[in-house]
């Protein structure tokens, strides 16, 4: 059974970076698919940041891309997210996911971040 | 603001059938299948329908998806009050090239 967990600090402070992982169980990221973040900010709906081929190509959200950073560690079976100069704005649950045959299939628990000073 | 546009409430009665509805363009739904997710409260994002009208395993078939142009549909049969969530269409756009959301459906079971 496939599993996907995030990993992340829960307050970061305005104008710093934010970095999470997931780390993958019961599937070898580097054989197939593609693997992203998404996020939902209080109150509001899913917000898609990023997705990464196995193979490495990546794609990026347009309001986003400017300041994240999505990447593959296939010796630890995990992928991560780097945003930088987070702002209030940025407070959400993130959730990764696995992107299989145009839908996304399989979601982590999620993880909240908190911008804050 | 959301490239997919969904209506923010729908309710029903325990029993009774409802539709969502969720409209976009021709870069995104008329280009691309439709997915829907369903986000019970607390809990992470499930995929509840995919392809426009399949349902994974475990799904019940009182779920169902439709979709017409550049408007799709989900509708439940038998509502449920464990029915009630959040629900989100998707698909890919080809304009932004990436994966967009609606806005989400938040459905009470009266």
């Known amino acids: 059974q496939v599993q996907l967990q995030e990993s992340g600090p829960g307050l970061v402070r305005p104008s710093e970076t934010l970095s999470l992982t997931c780390t993958v169980a019961g599937y070898s990221i580097s054989t197939a698919y593609y693997w992203g973040w998404i996020r939902k900010p209080p109150g509001k709906g899913l917000e898609w940041i990023a997705s990464?081929?196995?193979?490495?190509?990546?794609y990026y959200s347009p309001s986003l891309r400017s300041r994240v950073t999505i990447s593959l560690d296939t010796s630890k079976n995990q992928f991560s997210l780097e945003m930088s100069s987070v702002t209030a704005a940025d407070t959400a649950v993130y959730y990764c996911?696995?992107?299989?045959?145009?839908?996304?299939?399989?979601w982590g628990q999620g993880t909240m971040v908190t911008v804050s000073p | 603001q959301s490239v997919l546009t969904q209506p923010p409430s729908a309710s029903g009665t325990p029993g009774q059938r409802i539709t969502i509805s969720c409209s976009g363009g021709s870069s995104n739904i008329g280009s691309h299948t439709v997915n829907w997710y369903q986000q019970l409260p607390g809990t992470a994002p499930k995929l509840l329908i995919y392809?426009?009208?399949q349902r994974p395993s475990g799904v019940p078939d009182r779920f169902s998806g439709s979709k017409s142009g550049t408007s799709v549909s989900l509708a439940i049969s038998g509502l449920q009050s464990a029915d009630e969530a959040d629900y989100y269409c998707?698909?890919?756009?080809?304009?932004?090239?990436?994966?967009?959301f609606g806005g989400g459906t938040k459905l009470t079971v009266l």
């Open positions: 998707s698909t890919w756009d080809d304009s932004l090239d990436g994966w967009v």
């Open positions: 392809s426009n009208n």
């Open positions: 990464i081929y196995y193979r490495g190509t990546t």
């Open positions: 996911a696995r992107d299989v045959d145009s839908r996304l299939d399989i």
